[in-house]
């Protein structure tokens, strides 16, 4: 099954946070499942260390080491993704 993290979950998966159920830690440790992190959650990361609004264990260039020992690939943003936002309902 292919998931998507919501950079939430990203980062409390790699914080081994309480916040993180013990179902969806399952989930993201099933090898059968292949885990996704979109771009804009690296972007958001970023943001948020250079506010001084998130500390993390490790350095932000290190996260891309990371990203691959827990085989998580980094999903891109494309023009075309951005436009077709424009045919989405308001709630996305």
């Known amino acids: ?3 998507l ?3 939430h979950t990203f980062l409390w998966y790699l914080q081994d946070s309480k916040e993180l159920s013990s179902q969806a830690a399952e989930i ?3 090898s059968s ?3 996704w992190l979109s771009i804009a959650s ?3 990361i970023s943001i948020k260390l250079g506010l001084g609004k998130l500390s993390l ?6 996260l891309e080491e990371v990203l691959q020992q827990l085989k998580i690939e980094v999903l ?3 023009f ?3 436009e077709r936002y424009l045919n989405l309902p308001l709630y996305h």
Do not use: C
């Open 1 to 3: 099954m292919n998931i």
């Open 5 to 7: 993290l919501d950079t």
């Open 28 to 30: 993201l440790e099933d």
């Open 33 to 35: 499942n292949t885990l």
């Open 42 to 44: 690296l972007w958001e």
């Open 57 to 62: 264990q490790n350095s932000f260039s290190e």
């Open 76 to 78: 891109p943003i494309t």
């Open 80 to 82: 075309s993704d951005t």
